[in-house]
């Protein structure tokens, strides 16, 4: 039987985070019934204790303090073997300092709407560890025994500094069907091909991605009768970068001296916006005072702003 006593309430060591801490201290010992090396039955006191090992281990805040547990686990020493082991206790996991009930606080603390970072701070744990909390328990929930839906949707977004992961998505319903840690080939063909049959594939007549060239060969292998549908978003994000991009060439080259090219260089800067609008959201008739151009309907501005250039 193991037993744990607790004793008293002292005052931690400074910690460099401004929340304040306290721990506990406390004993582990039991009489073990065999070696945890050799598995020899403990008979005639061939098992012996043989001194103590402190563990300091991260356990759930108590209040408003982080809260540490300073165990003294006993150490036995088999004569069988001649090897000692450490008292095992159920409340972390075996080589690890952060106790099981933290680890779970973590992942219950991922239901509200706030940061990795605000959690790890909670629970006095880094926030790689509560991202591997989060990354064991979804891989617990997971399944995959639905059925592909016809119309696929590929993204990425960015989840760390230069990293970025690869999202899955029905389209109709739009629920997310999983997320991959990593949005390369050899990942994605990996995870279809894994749990996903051919026939279930075969199953797909649609994938939106965005201008990645490098998921339409995944696409094509993985999906033999699906259409790739590039996204609009992006083909309208492309081309208003393309028209910004000849606009600020535009605008520097009437960077001069000349009185005119100034009074041309400082409407396109002042006034790109317009540049940008729908026709169909520019009025020709509603009179509005626009600075260096004076009191003009907006199409009139975005005319006149793109007579200075043929290219524009």
């Known amino acids: 039987m193991k037993i744990l006593f607790l004793k008293r309430i002292v005052p931690a060591r400074a910690q460099r ?162 997320i991959l840690p990593q949005r390369d080939g050899r990942t994605i063909r990996n995870h279809f091909t894994t749990y996903y049959t051919f026939k279930q594939r075969k199953r797909v007549k649609t994938v939106s991605i965005d201008m990645n060239a490098s998921y339409q060969g995944v696409i094509k292998d993985l999906f033999p009768n699906a259409k790739i549908i590039i996204d609009r978003f992006h083909i309208v994000q492309l081309m208003t970068r393309a028209l910004n991009k000849t606009r600020i060439k535009i605008v520097q080259a009437f960077n001069t001296s000349n009185g005119e090219d100034q009074k041309k260089y400082r409407r396109l800067k002042r006034y790109w916006r317009l540049i940008l609008k729908p026709n169909e959201d520019l009025s020709s008739t509603a009179y509005k005072h626009y600075t260096l151009f004076g009191q003009l309907p907006s199409k009139s501005v975005v005319d006149t702003m793109l007579d200075y250039s043929d290219e524009l």
């Open 17 to 178: 985070t401004v929340m304040p801490a306290h721990s506990l201290k406390g004993t582990l010992t039991y009489t073990p019934t065999h070696c945890d090396r050799c598995h020899a039955e403990n008979e005639d006191y061939t098992i012996i204790k043989n001194g103590t090992k402190t563990s300091t281990i991260v356990i759930p805040a108590g209040g408003t303090k982080k809260t540490y547990l300073e165990l003294r686990k006993q150490r036995f020493y088999c004569k069988q073997c001649q090897t000692t082991f450490v008292a095992k206790t159920s409340l972390v996991n075996k080589g690890c300092f952060i106790s099981k009930d933290t680890c779970l606080q973590a992942v219950i603390k991922t239901a509200e709407a706030r940061s990795i970072k605000d959690i790890a701070r909670d629970c006095a744990v880094s926030p790689t560890t509560v991202q591997r909390e989060i990354n064991k328990a979804s891989q617990a929930l997971q399944t995959y025994n639905r059925p592909l839906p016809e119309n696929l949707s590929f993204d990425e977004f960015k989840v760390a500094k230069g990293q970025l992961a690869f999202i899955y998505i029905d389209v109709a319903a739009g629920n997310i069907l999983d």
